[in-house]
């Protein structure tokens, strides 16, 4: 591993006298190990280093930006040189800024598996075997793996500025994931599953391998029902995925383009009372926690929605000091290659009170969403969508047969407004998660639409 204070410092030190109003280092690196495994041999084994540089500067309110890979001294010069005519020849823009030092030290956070490194190879290997072992075990209709995977990663993030700011932090994360097909006759379906942690001892393979086989094997046989409106139940994953969409609206710069749902509804009571929206960037063992956000701006916990009603928005530095307000703490990178946006942490919907078996078993007749097929095509602004599904027919409290074939239509914010029962079941699917959602009344395009 490099000295990335070392680096950081020689390059802060270089941008000290280029005349700049203000200026940035960002610094990345990680090394990582991707195994996957494909009837108990291994087919992928790929370890990976990666580094990254971005630079920002800013000249009587011009920004200027650029990035590498390459972390070496001779591409420094050129970096900064790109860095300082950018800050030249680019327009003013009087909200771009920097954060200030912070005045008290950042939260800690038990993210780091010491012991991830010094872990026998074998032992990881064996793990992706486990996965797809258990997997295939589960039911004798799991015929073929398409993907049985174990990946590891090791990071550092290092941010400095003009200001006297330095922040630095180390993370690892370790993650399985598979994807299988049930096979019944003529039948054959889908089922996948993901799980993550920071730390190798708490990620549990096998849950993960016989949960993917139970999706496949109870969706073989699946068959299409008539149009009608039915109550619904989400589960996680599925609620998850709607949440995403929906997340999108509480991001300050979309507010600001007039491109959010949500937009002047705050303080209303726009969803379901038994609703409430958390975005929370030191949420323990969050895909998305450490300790700052990728500008240097502490992390916290923003209550988004607090039963149904609108109570904040999530705001990076530039779109704070468009409204004279301070940073929720939300900027982010999608990698080095650009400038950090508004984005969200560990974004979820907080648990409810009821048991996900007592949501289901509460229906007299409904649908459990278990696939949304262009989810992604749903419109932004209006919060409109109509998007192919798939899913369990629940009869009297019980799963009678799974549906394909269908399609489900509305509008997110009456989605949210009609939940009237949320589970205990909270569980992230990466950055975003949701419990098991109970929806009062959903449209269902089927063999008559």
Not at 103 to 115: E, G, I, R, V
Request: charged letters at 20%; proline letters at 6%.
């Amino acid at each position: 591993m490099p000295d990335t204070s070392s680096i950081v410092d020689s390059i802060m030190a270089r941008l000290s006298h280029e005349g700049l109003d203000g200026y940035e280092v960002y610094m990345t690196y990680s090394n990582g190990l991707t195994i996957e495994i494909k009837d108990g041999v291994i087919d992928v084994f790929v370890r990976s280093e990666n580094a990254g540089l971005s630079l920002r500067g800013l000249k009587e309110q011009r920004p200027g930006f650029a990035f590498s890979t390459d972390l070496s001294s001779r591409v420094i010069p050129d970096l900064i040189e790109q860095v300082v005519h950018g800050a030249s020849a680019t327009d003013p823009d009087p909200f771009v800024g920097f954060p200030l030092p912070p005045a008290k030290t950042p939260s800690q956070l038990d993210q780091f598996d010491h012991d991830l490194q010094r872990i026998p190879v074998e032992d990881k290997i064996d793990r992706a075997r486990t996965l797809e072992a258990v997997a295939r075990s589960s039911d004798p209709r799991i015929k073929k793996v398409r993907k049985a995977a174990y990946v590891e990663t090791t990071g550092t993030v290092t941010i400095c500025n003009h200001t006297g700011l330095k922040l630095s932090y180390q993370k690892t994360l370790v993650s399985g994931s598979i994807m299988v097909v049930a096979e019944e006759g003529e039948n054959a379906e889908i089922g996948w599953d993901y799980g993550f942690s920071p730390f190798f001892e708490q990620l549990d393979m096998g849950l993960i391998g016989a949960t993917a086989a139970r999706r496949a094997v109870r969706m073989l046989g699946a068959r299409s029902v008539r149009s009608m409106q039915v109550p619904a139940i989400l589960p996680p994953w599925v609620a998850s995925d709607v949440l995403k969409v929906l997340s999108a609206s509480f991001m300050a710069d979309n507010l600001q383009k007039g491109k959010s749902m949500l937009l002047g509804r705050m303080g209303e009571p726009v969803f379901s009372p038994r609703v409430t929206i958390v975005d929370d960037g030191l949420y323990p063992d969050g895909i998305a926690s450490s300790p700052f956000d990728d500008e240097g701006s502490f992390h916290d916990r923003s209550v988004l929605v607090s039963e149904g009603v609108v109570q904040g928005f999530l705001y990076d530095q530039y779109t704070a000091n468009k409204e004279s307000r301070r940073s929720t703490g939300n900027a982010g990178r999608l990698g080095i290659k650009a400038p950090p946006s508004v984005q969200a942490t560990n974004f979820y919907i907080r648990n409810g009170l009821l048991d996900p078996d007592e949501l289901s078993s509460s229906l007299r007749e409904g649908l459990m969403v278990t696939d949304i097929i262009g989810l992604h095509t749903a419109d932004p602004i209006s919060g409109d969508f109509s998007v192919g599904a798939a899913g369990l027919w629940i009869n009297a409290g019980e799963t009678v047969f799974p549906v394909k074939g269908i399609a489900i239509s509305g509008n997110l914010i009456d989605l949210f407004s009609n939940v009237d029962g949320v589970g205990t079941d909270l569980k992230f699917y990466g950055q975003f998660g949701a419990p098991s959602l109970r929806i009062s009344t959903l449209n269902i395009a089927g063999l008559d639409a």
